[in-house]
């Protein structure tokens, strides 16, 4: 067994290591091999937030005892090669949250025909979302050439979707126009579909790298598309929320500043400029209202949903979001296929360091 892993204070350090495992499994266990997963921003936040929210307790690393490495969460599929559960079948797929590696035991709860959650005790308190696996068996109308997509889109166009609908719910906070820090982000670009989608929604500013000005422009969803570089160019007189995908406190600091009051609400996504170092001891660090500044945490938004519309509600209407997103994807997104977790390494380095071609989906295939 091989198994990639970040080194908790710096994710820019990596080891791939290799286990011997006797592939025994407890009762009612099953053991699958990972066939493939993507790779995105997104993931990148998983490893930068990975004490803050708890993203390095879903796969502790192996061989790891001074607690310095971890395993970044990774969305992708899986077949099951051994199993100790009368209900879950050798040969069945799986679609979840996996490890960065080549197996995982897996100790199934809450079996029905669709899904099943993971009961490991490490992972109990976890948000259920992630510890959810899908039975692609049990799923209607199941298209496997749809996998890469739904790897790469799925996750965050979840999040677009919890986005879309909180921001409807409250009305938009009554604001002028939503302004997406890092409008290249696949998450970003799902949200600003989503709202274009919407008749009721506000004017919907991209802000972007001017390396990615054209590329964001060119994909039609946003009503206007401003470089980080003339941030001056945005409309302070109108009442404003943020959505930041970036977590650059520069870019941050100066909307916040030069917003004030209009500055409804900024709501903190992701963290795609995670290593910019400008701190809150800098002045444009200072200018943040902290106030109007909240974490969006989508699994919550998500079980809040399930309990007002149900399973099925929820399913239905994040599907129909889901698949009109996908159908989109198809005229800008390419597929980057990357064999092996040595080979995977490269474009680890250049996601973190913030070398993002946005036009990219990158898929990890173990199979190859």
Request: hydrophobic share 35%.
């Amino acid at each position: 067994m091989k198994e990639l892993q970040s080194k908790k204070s710096d994710i820019t350090s990596t080891r791939i290591i290799e286990i011997n495992s006797d592939g025994r499994l407890d009762e009612n266990d099953i053991l699958v091999k990972i066939e493939k997963f993507s790779f995105t921003a997104n993931n990148v936040t998983y490893g930068v937030a990975g004490d803050t929210i708890g993203y390095w307790q879903f796969f502790p690393a192996s061989e790891n005892t001074n607690n310095e490495w971890g395993c970044i969460p990774m969305w992708g599929f899986a077949e099951i090669i051994n199993s100790n559960n009368d209900d879950l079948k050798v040969g069945e797929r799986l679609f979840g949250y996996f490890p960065p590696a080549n197996i995982l035991s897996l100790s199934p709860i809450k079996i029905n025909a669709k899904s099943f959650s993971d009961g490991k005790k490490h992972r109990a308190e976890l948000p259920p979302v992630y510890n959810n696996y899908v039975r692609l068996s049990g799923e209607e109308n199941y298209d496997s050439s749809m996998d890469y997509i739904r790897a790469l889109l799925f996750p965050l166009h979840i999040t677009a979707f919890c986005l879309c609908d909180a921001l409807q719910d409250q009305s938009y906070l009554n604001s002028n126009q939503v302004l997406i820090i890092s409008a290249s982000s696949k998450t970003a670009i799902g949200l600003a579909q989503g709202l274009a989608d919407r008749k009721d929604s506000p004017k919907v500013i991209g802000l972007t790298s001017a390396k990615n000005l054209d590329f964001v422009k060119n994909l039609g969803c946003y009503d206007e598309v401003i470089s980080y570089n003339e941030l001056r160019k945005v409309d302070a007189s109108i009442k404003s929320v943020i959505v930041d995908m970036a977590g650059n406190r520069e870019i941050l600091g100066t909307l916040h500043k030069a917003l004030g009051d209009k500055m409804v609400k900024c709501l903190t996504v992701g963290m795609t400029h995670w290593d910019n170092e400008t701190t809150a001891e800098d002045l444009l660090g200072q200018a943040m209202n902290r106030d109007r500044t909240e974490f969006f945490f989508a699994p919550a938004h998500i079980q809040k949903r399930i309990g007002d519309w149900g399973q099925e509600g929820y399913s239905q209407k994040t599907n129909e979001f889901m698949t009109n997103r996908a159908i989109q994807s198809k005229d800008w997104m390419k597929i980057k296929e990357i064999s092996s977790l040595e080979n995977f390494v490269k474009t680890y380095d250049e996601v973190v360091s913030g070398n993002i071609n946005p036009n990219e989906g990158i898929i990890i295939n173990l199979d190859n």
